[in-house]
């Protein structure tokens, strides 16, 4: 292996699919999955996004969003805000991999192809169905956003892979 200043080429990272979550419609509770089906240009199967009932579908439209578990980790350490149960209100949990990481990049999870659109900031509407200050905590680290290229079967613990 190649090694630049004792670090990995960013090609050859990777990382882990920790946490995958979904919710039928705007502002329903999210229920975690041990697997689900990522479906190419709409998103996860069973997800408000996927059948265009999220929150932001008309303004602001995202197909899976993304967020570091490292990230929700050091935040609810810090804050004592709960996160790591599905309360961050992303689909997907990576571990091993940054949304800096991935931004303009391809990437595979499990069957799944993803590119890289968009940092995807906290907001008001995440606030009011969580907890006070849950969008302050999140912050920068409120995840990404993503569209399926390739659909395909994502199971908690698959590899996440830069291409």
């Known amino acids: 292996m190649l090694r630049l200043f004792g670090k990995r080429r960013s090609s050859e990272r990777h990382g882990r699919l920790t946490g995958i979550y979904v919710c039928a419609r705007a502002g329903a509770p999210m229920l975690s999955l041990e697997s689900v089906e990522a479906e190419m240009d709409r998103g996860l199967q069973g997800d408000r996004y996927a059948a265009k009932t999220g929150f932001w579908r008309h ?28 309360q961050h209100r992303r689909n997907l949990v990576l571990r091993g991999l940054s949304a800096a990481d991935l931004e303009g990049r391809h990437f595979r999870v499990g069957e799944a192809v993803f590119v890289y659109e968009r940092r995807r900031p906290p907001c008001a509407h995440l606030e009011s169905l969580t907890e006070p200050g849950m969008a302050k905590a999140l912050g920068r680290h409120a995840g990404l956003c993503a569209r399926v290229l390739e659909g395909g079967r994502l199971t908690v613990g698959d590899d996440v892979v830069l291409l």
């Open 59 to 86: 303004t602001d439209a995202c197909q899976v969003t993304m967020i570091a578990e490292e990230d929700l980790s050091r935040i609810q350490a810090r804050t004592g805000i709960a996160l790591l149960e599905g």
